[in-house]
């Protein structure tokens, strides 16, 4: 690291090698590129998206990555060599640089990225020239844009040239298939817009009479600049050269670029903007990448709305609106530093512009929503925009059945995906209806109709309930619902793939769902069902505790030839961490059982950076269990911590009465506690990961699959309805903290059912559960539900811990 790279970096909150959370938490600093992994940013408007790496790695993708891509990416999260990337040179000398690090990986002055909500900004400086490069998406209309800010630090004039370049790759991303997909592309450039623009006569659909290869890419993509080019060019070979790399193209030896456009090359694109600059002044460059859909919007309009300084300048602060809309609604203050920052800021952004939105990320590129996964997710709305939760609620009903099975998955593009074997699956539905209605009584929706994938259509109430029926008639002999092809955990795919395995989990899953819903029933007037669901529950739980208690704990599954999986018989994978804590979140367990499967878990499953999913890790392959067996050992399912469900330990050891149990858990998967080791842990410190190599791992506590998991709106919902204790009911909003007994107050500020409360909790009792009195603006109130106002004020709400 330089001198003057020294000289100037700052410092901020969990400081490692690599960089620091700003003050106010909603900043990520990096202040080497050299990071253990790509430490990257997913940016999204809900419609079109991007992801770039703290090296300037990335592409881009519209509606999602898999079906619709417009920039090339070839996974690779070690080499991190693909992007849309901008190289500086200085025509006199011929030095050239990227205003990322890569790809040309220069020997800089300065250099820093800010991962921020909705933007990243790159700086730099090389040979006195400081670059600032500002990468977002608007929040209104289908592109991005790439603001580019060059300063001369030198003490003399300099002649400088700025180039773009990046390979287009429209539609499905088939990388092995890139020799045929190529020649199907056509670019032009537009000496009147500045911009290049690209069709292509290929998408890997049918047509409307089934022939395959038959559709046009229905879009025009763009690559535009804010003033005229010196010169342009859309084909790899002349910028790159044959036998070239991106690191040292053709393009910056020569003068200016080639000017080759048309259907016979390898399309990419690339504008090359003249800078000179006096010492001590700036210029500014905008350049705009996106695709406009034909029929419906046009993409020259698109170019001049967008493609000028001021645009760039206007369109970053409505970034800056549109995000605060939708995490600045909620904020906790508390003695924890990570917990707030996590819970104010990144958890909410991750689930939303990655998990909801983009659906796609370095380790993972999706073409589709989850049948359950996206519904969880859509959670991370209640306290800022339930309308959108409402929006996949419906969604989701669409994709039922009439039997009432559903999609495990489908695509987002014409739809379409498996129809699920998944035992699971088809129940969230009514899972997330209870978290919807709690928080905003909107009973309406259970009269929305939306259709069934096979025809006819139900209201969301009757989808729910075909759900609920389905699963009834998924049972053994001995009352506990089977496992199918899988449960929540898709590696036990071999359990009960013929009907006869048994899901204890599935069972104490079931068993909450049947008592939250069934007063919905009952207050619609389906007392028949409602009666059903109540019997149901009282034998499931019988069932469940007289086949499923394994004397410490309780088992996971029964396979379909009925050997236990998850039991202290078994050599490996002797105890399952779901079945111990949905035992007590579903009140399956009493409180004794309950005691015991949660000591179970502290036991054998809470380890240094979570709990883990099961103990010990299969070694060897187990055909009659499934995949999971064939992760290598301590790796994801198989014996390491997978984040989602170590979310729900929390949940757990808080309602078996364990605070100190359950703040634990927390602060071991918050991100910002791993930034002490970040060559060990790998992941990003400012978002969640998918797993954490166990301890049989000869990299334990490496984390992986980060941005894109479910785990995000999960620990967001663990520390505001379960640390800090509110949450929606029915009645109101319920407050009843669990929190470490050495915390002496916090604040939290949420809007319900359209009032805002500032709840202000003193604890100088120093206890970790009880509250003493609480007074809503200065009255003290019965109980701890606070007033359901729906007023449109701001209410001031003083609880008393003791």
Not at 579 to 608: C, F, N
Request: hydrophobic residues 35%; glycine residues 8%; negative net charge.
């Amino acid at each position: 690291m330089s001198t003057i790279q020294n000289q100037t970096q700052q410092t901020g909150l969990f400081q490692n090698e690599y960089g620091y959370f700003t003050e106010n938490g909603r900043e990520y600093v990096i202040t080497n590129p050299r990071t253990p992994r790509p430490w990257s940013n997913i940016i999204s408007n809900g419609d079109y998206s991007f992801m770039v790496s703290q090296a300037g790695g990335g592409c881009s993708w519209r509606g999602n990555a898999g079906q619709n891509r417009i920039t090339r990416l070839f996974q690779d999260v070690i080499k991190d060599s693909w992007g849309k990337f901008i190289y500086l040179r200085d025509r006199n000398s011929g030095k050239f640089w990227s205003a990322g690090w890569k790809p040309v990986m220069a020997e800089y002055e300065f250099y820093e990225v800010r991962h921020g909500i909705g933007y990243s900004v790159f700086t730099q400086q090389v040979d006195g020239i400081r670059s600032e490069l500002t990468v977002f998406v608007a929040p209104d209309a289908p592109l991005e844009i790439m603001q580019l800010k060059v300063t001369n630090n030198s003490t003399t004039a300099r002649e400088l040239d700025a180039t773009t370049y990046f390979e287009w790759a429209p539609g499905f991303a088939p990388d092995e298939h890139r020799e045929f997909h190529k020649i199907f592309m056509n670019s032009e450039y537009k000496q009147d817009l500045n911009a290049i623009q690209l069709e292509k006569y290929l998408w890997s659909f049918p047509d409307e009479k089934g022939r395959s290869n038959n559709v046009s890419w229905p879009y025009t993509a763009f690559h535009a600049a804010s003033e005229t080019p010196s010169s342009f060019d859309a084909d790899k070979e002349s910028f790159v050269g044959m036998y070239g790399e991106e690191s040292r193209p053709q393009a910056m030896i020569d003068k200016e670029l080639a000017g080759n456009s048309g259907r016979f090359g390898d399309a990419t694109a690339s504008l090359r903007v003249a800078i000179n600059l006096e010492a001590g002044a700036s210029h500014t460059v905008v350049f705009t990448i996106g695709a406009a859909e034909q029929e419906k919007e046009d993409a020259d309009a698109l170019i001049q709305k967008y493609t000028t300084v001021e645009a760039a300048e206007r369109t970053l602060q409505d970034v800056h609106a549109f995000w605060s809309e939708l995490i600045d609604v909620e904020e906790i203050h508390t003695p924890d530093p990570a917990m707030n920052i996590m819970t104010n800021v990144w958890l909410k952004y991750q689930s939303i512009s990655c998990r909801l939105w983009g659906k796609t990320a370095y380790y993972q590129t999706s073409a589709g929503y989850g049948y359950r996964d996206q519904l969880q997710d859509s959670q991370i709305f209640l306290t800022s925009k339930p309308e959108l939760m409402r929006k996949q609620i419906l969604m989701h009903a669409s994709q039922q059945f009439q039997e009432g099975d559903v999609l495990h998955w489908w695509f987002t593009i014409r739809g379409g995906g498996p129809r699920t074997r998944c035992s699971d699956d088809l129940l969230w539905l009514p899972f997330i209806m209870d978290a919807y209605l709690k928080e905003t009584q909107d009973y309406d929706i259970l009269d929305e109709v939306t259709p069934f994938l096979d025809g006819g259509e139900a209201t969301v109430y009757e989808h729910c309930k075909l759900a609920i029926e389905k699963t009834f008639l998924r049972f053994s002999p001995r009352g506990v619902p089977l496992m199918g092809e899988h449960d929540w955990n898709d590696g036990l795919s071999a359990i009960g793939y013929e009907w006869r395995g048994e899901s204890f989990w599935v069972g104490e899953f079931l068993y909450l769902i049947l008592g939250n819903f069934a007063p919905v029933a009952a207050k619609r007037g389906d007392q028949v069902f409602a009666d059903k669901m109540v019997e149901v529950q009282g034998s499931l739980k019988a069932a469940l505790n007289k086949y499923g208690w394994d004397g410490e704990w309780y088992l996971q599954a029964t396979n379909d030839d009925g050997l236990k999986v998850g039991s202290k018989e078994n050599e490996e994978g002797q105890i399952f961490l779901n079945p111990q804590m949905w035992a007590v979140i579903s009140g399956v367990a009493d409180q004794e059982r309950g005691q015991q499967a949660m000591d179970s878990v502290s036991k054998h499953l809470l380890r240094d950076h979570g709990a883990l999913l099961l103990y010990p890790a299969y070694t060897k392959v187990r055909r009659d269990i499934g995949y999971i067996t064939r992760y290598a050992p301590g790796l994801r399912e198989n014996g390491g911590v997978y984040t989602h469900a170590a979310t729900w330990a929390v949940w757990a050891y808080t309602l078996i009465g364990q605070p100190e149990k359950a703040y634990e858990a927390y602060s071991k998967i918050c991100p910002p506690n791993r930034s002490d080791d970040p060559n060990g842990y790998v992941g990003e410190p400012y978002v969640t990961p998918g797993n954490s190599d166990g301890p049989i791992s000869p990299n334990y506590g490496r984390g992986g699959w980060t941005w894109y998991t479910g785990s995000s709106q999960w620990l967001q919902r663990m520390a505001t309805n379960w640390i800090l204790g509110v949450r929606a009911e029915n009645e109101g909003l319920l407050v009843d903290p669990s929190i470490p007994k050495d915390w002496k107050e916090f604040t939290y500020r949420r809007a319900f059912r359209g009032a805002t409360y500032n709840l202000h909790v003193d604890n100088a009792a120093g206890v970790a559960r009880g509250i003493k009195e609480i007074k809503v603006d200065g009255k003290v109130i019965e109980g701890n539900i606070l007033p359901d106002f729906r007023d449109g004020k701001e209410h001031e709400v003083k609880v008393i811990m003791g």
